[in-house]
């Protein structure tokens, strides 16, 4: 079976996540992923624990497993001859080379653009800084939280002071948004021969989702507020309280409305109410006389009587109740793979699915997330028998 991207070799010289987890996404669609570490504790996730799995000597963090299935772990020193000379060979033959050091570094080990296109023409390069690679601050060392406060998504989240997301979400879209331009440039090759340099940032990442936040600001000149659980334009859209639980309630469309009010007991022709544009301005309002008839009745009760008349509502799951459901499962999110020293684990699954045929797909076997140096005999093998 073929997969889409197996005739691709990617080297990975990434740590932490935004460089790893683009890396990964290539090597879900079955790309060859090498991951190069350093010899002395590999990629820092290796250590960002707890919690940490196997035995004292020999533990895994969960972190680093988040990001690095389907790759092959290599260790050199890129400050050494030997080492600089064993990514000379990988260059040679790779197709994407991924990169997340801070702007200069790479050049300084003497692997500046220049060189890496003179060693490889085809090579597509994707380089993951923190504030971008040039401008007034492109040198700033890049961690997600800052990139979430500086890019302005904290402004917007939360109730009451800014808040971060619940995941680095800006090194997750600079991860996704990095391996969306190397397929870009992979496929301009395909037509020129020539490979380039793509480039992204975590600040990019986060201004890059701004959506209709940003058009708030940049045609409307309105600051977006905070509004905690509920929609910033759309209303009712948000969480509500119920008589044991909490309920998530979604109603797009003036159609909807006309189906909900009545069951909430409310007038959909009530001024306060009567347009969505209405219900933003009176969400207070319009929350309290919600969460005043969800009072009456537990919100399993609610959920079926919502489901019932077509409203768009769902329950609030912790992971436990996630990775148990069984449309989780049923979307291959949930993957099981053997790793070399905790045997058979779960893994969150990659997100996409192919229609099966036999000539294209996604990878049918998942590699664990490798070991530290892993692959150090394979890899080098390889290069040896394919000069």
Wanted: aromatic share 6%; charged share 25%; proline share 6%.
């Amino acid at each position: 079976m073929q997969n889409l991207l197996s005739d691709l070799v990617v080297v990975d010289l990434t740590r932490a996540l935004a460089g790893p987890h683009a890396a990964m996404m290539l090597g879900d669609l079955g790309a060859r992923v090498i991951k190069v570490e350093t010899p002395a504790g590999g990629d820092d996730s290796r250590g960002w624990g707890p919690p940490f799995v196997g035995p004292d000597e020999d533990r895994e963090s969960t972190y680093f497993l988040s990001a690095n299935r389907n790759k092959e772990s290599v260790t050199a020193d890129l400050k050494s001859d030997e080492g600089r000379e064993f990514l000379t060979q990988l260059v040679r033959r790779a197709d994407v080379l991924i990169e997340n050091f801070r702007p200069g570094v790479l050049d300084r080990l003497g692997f500046s653009v220049e060189r890496l296109h003179e060693l490889n023409p085809g090579l597509v390069i994707l380089s993951i800084t923190g504030f971008g690679h040039d401008g007034p601050e492109g040198g700033r060392a890049g961690y997600d939280q800052i990139a979430q406060g500086e890019g302005g998504l904290m402004s917007i989240t939360g109730a009451v002071e800014p808040t971060k997301t619940g995941v680095p979400i800006a090194d997750l879209l600079a991860g996704m948004y990095g391996a969306y331009g190397a397929l870009a440039a992979l496929h301009e090759r395909s037509v020129t021969g020539k490979g380039r340099v793509v480039r992204t940032s975590l600040l990019a990442s986060v201004v890059g989702v701004h959506a209709f936040h940003g058009t708030k600001w940049t045609v409307a000149g309105e600051l977006p507020e905070r509004v905690g659980n509920h929609h910033a334009q759309i209303a009712p859209y948000g969480l509500f309280r119920t008589q044991d639980d909490t309920v998530q309630v979604a109603v797009g469309s003036e159609g909807q409305w006309k189906t909900f009010a009545p069951i909430v007991g409310l007038d959909p022709t009530d001024e306060r109410f009567a347009t969505n544009a209405d219900r933003v301005a009176h969400r207070d309002q319009l929350t309290a006389a919600i969460e005043a008839a969800f009072a009456s009745e537990s919100a399993d009760l609610w959920l079926r009587r919502l489901a019932d008349a077509g409203i768009p509502a769902g329950k609030v799951r912790d992971f436990q109740q996630v990775y148990d459901w069984e449309q989780t499962k049923s979307q291959g999110l949930l993957i099981e793979v053997d790793h070399p020293t905790l045997g058979p684990i779960n893994l969150p699954g990659p997100p996409l699915r192919f229609d099966e045929n036999p000539h294209a797909g996604a990878r049918r076997k998942n590699l664990p997330p490798p070991k530290l140096g892993e692959h150090n005999q394979t890899v080098r093998t390889w290069l040896t028998d394919h000069p």
